[in-house]
């Protein structure tokens, strides 16, 4: 029996570290919790990232969860010491995953208005890549937006033009998606930037930082994903959760609601 992954997120965004974990692994057991009574996160202040971070790893852990991937770099960015705080076993984060895929010397952070503000990114990639030029953009309306699940939408694409604009304008060479709803904007960000500019998904680096957890890879053959150990629990609208994760992950799930002890 592989170990119980734990997954969260404020709503949807989780769903695409969630794609990329059973890419590589094939059938996991997991748990996904999407706190969409709270989503968006990106606007709230440090104490209640903290403590929301603090409710949810905690329920994580009472559902015996022993591995904790933290699919949501707002928190990831500022709670992920609450997170390790809380959790029974080993706590995985986007943002040191990212740091490490970055290859170029001109890079464009793109995230919520939280992780932007921190400097988490900046700071983890100078460390890691030492003279590199980080250019974090906050992106307050994206999340909103993709929640309400039109992905092509006119606001998006006048959202998108705005928030890459001074990252064009700094010439940066790749940029990282810094929020995991952003994945499911990849296709509109390339349309509009330039085919030199490379997307970095930090979901795949977590991945694969999984094998030390999951084992060998056991990557998808049908193309299928293989969602039959995953349960999916979310703190509010079951049903429109259900709806909007259908495309994302090729089938309806069954979603659950549940309630966190504060
Ligand atoms: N998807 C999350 C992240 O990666 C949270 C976005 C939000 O709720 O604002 O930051």
């Not at 969602?227 to 509010?236: D, H, I, N, Q, S």
């Amino acid at each position: 029996m592989k170990p119980l992954l734990g997954l969260f997120d404020s709503g949807l965004g989780g769903l695409t570290v969630l794609r990329r974990v059973l890419e590589r692994h094939g059938a996991v057991n997991c748990i996904y919790l999407g706190d969409t009574a709270r989503v968006p996160y990106g606007g709230r202040d440090v104490e209640e990232l903290r403590r929301i971070a603090a409710e949810v790893v905690g329920w994580l852990r009472d559902e015996q969860v022993s591995t904790v991937v933290m699919a949501c770099n707002t928190t990831n960015a500022l709670a992920k010491d609450v997170a390790e705080a809380n959790a029974e076993g080993p706590v995985i984060g986007l943002i040191e995953a990212a740091s490490s895929m970055v290859r170029t010397s001109r890079v464009g952070v793109l995230a919520t208005a939280a992780t932007a503000a921190s400097g988490v990114y900046r700071r983890c990639i100078e460390l890691k890549r030492p003279g590199t030029l980080v250019v974090e953009q906050a992106c307050p309306s994206f999340v909103p937006l993709i929640e309400r699940g039109d992905l092509a939408c006119s606001e998006l694409r006048e959202a998108a033009e705005t928030y890459l604009a001074p990252l064009l304008e700094a010439s940066v060479q790749s940029i990282v998606l810094g929020c995991t709803h952003y994945p499911l904007l990849a296709a509109l960000l390339k349309e509009l930037l330039p085919e030199n500019v490379e997307l970095i998904d930090p979901a795949l680096g977590v991945a694969r930082e999984l094998d030390a957890v999951l084992g060998t890879p056991q990557p998808l053959s049908s193309g299928r994903l293989a969602l039959g150990g995953c349960r999916f629990c979310v703190t509010a609208d079951a049903d429109c959760f259900a709806d909007r994760a259908a495309p994302w992950l090729g089938e309806r799930p069954r979603v659950s609601e549940v309630l966190l002890r504060s």
